[in-house]
Structures are given as structure tokens and as C-alpha cells.
């Protein structure tokens, strides 16, 4: 299959938000990538339940959850309720990380863990084989508009060799600072999830920008 782009709405027009979903339902995109922040896991604040019901009451494509949260076991159910196609949490913010993907599987949703640019990929080794995607962060989480850490293509070469042992048909994402300019050495490293935000709506057409991302000449990936 072609790799997949994730718009990440906390890049969009919050004043106008109806019309960027209904610009991704349009476009050539295949997921939604929603971030959710606590102002505790991290240094910002997003969103929560009553936007993303808002969300998910216009999206036509899946809700790619992103959960940079305290606590996510307590709040996964409610996830799952609000639309969450794929619940992500990160590794970092995890006690029982096997009994928090197990929940996730349980509410009907795939289970994704997330790594901080300074968490290395080999901690994942144990639950590689009961995932169904590894979300790996090429900026520090909590904002938008910061510069890609070059170290996250080796941490995404390793990941794909580890999966190719356990779990060929893992989801790799890659979320924080890609565009054209990254976007190709990433599919190449081994990705098969972007996450786009500021790349596709500071674009002057960001239905244009989705079209490129997605047709960049790279051949087909297997997952």
C-alpha cells in the first residue's frame, strides 16, 4: 500500500474548523491526526471530548488519536466513545504499558504507542508484536512549528527492522516537522504514517500540499 497522511488539526483554523475537516474529507488524506494535550504531560493545551465529538461528527476518514496525557488508561473508554479510530499513548506516560494497549484493543480501537525523541526504539521490543502502530515524535511534544530532529531516521530504520521480525504490518508514524522537504528519506527510513500540520494548512492550497505528500514519487511501501 502507498504510505498514509494524517493532517494534525491542531494546525487548523479553530474559528473555522467545519471547513478544514470538510477540506480533509475532500482531499487525498487518509486519516485525521488529533493531538490531545493536558498541560501536564506536556507544556501546552489542546483540546478534548467536546471537540473531537465535534470532529467526529463531520469526518468522513479516521480519527488518529494522539494522546500526550497523564493517566490515559482513565480516559481510553471515553476515547473509543468519541470516534477514535486509533488511540495512541505515549510510552513515556505509561506504568502498565501492556495493560493500556490491551485496554485500547479491548474498546475496539488500534493500540499505538508513542516515543519522545529520547526514548529509544528498543524499549518497545517486549509489546512490538501486540501493537498496531508505533507513533515515533521528531520534535519534543507540545507545540507546532518546530524544527525535525535528524536522529529520527535512524530510530525509524531500527523500528522497521525490529517490526519485519515480529509484526510486518505495524503502522510506522512519524509526527513533527515533515513536509516536502523530509517527507521522501522518511518513506524511505521506513515510515508509513506522516502527520502534517503546519506544512498543510500554512500552505496557500492545503488540499495541493495533501495531494503532493501523498503522490511524492516513492514507490509502493509493504507494510
Sequence with gaps: MRHLIAPSILAADF?????????????????FHVDVMDGVF???ISFGFPVIDAVKKHATKPLDVHLMIVNPDQYIERFAQ???AIITVHYEACTHLHRTIQLIQQSGCKAG???????????LKDVLADLD????MSVNPGFGGQKFIPRTLAKVDE??????KVNP???IEVDGGVGMQNIDILIDAGANVLVAGNAVFAA??????????KNIDTGSIRL
Design 133 to 136: 502502530l508505533v507513533l515515533i
Design 169 to 171: 504490518e505495524l503502522f
Design 15 to 31: 474559528a473555522n474548523l467545519q471547513h478544514d475537516i470538510e477540506m480533509i474529507n475532500s482531499s487525498e488524506a487518509d486519516w
Design 204 to 213: 496557500e492550497s492545503p488540499e495541493e500540499m495533501i495531494r503532493s505528500m
Design 82 to 84: 468519541a470516534g477514535a
Design 42 to 44: 506536556v507544556p501546552n
Design 113 to 123: 504507542v508513542a516515543l519522545n525523541p529520547h526514548t529509544p526504539v528498543s524499549l
Design 159 to 164: 523500528l522497521k527492522a525490529m517490526a519485519m
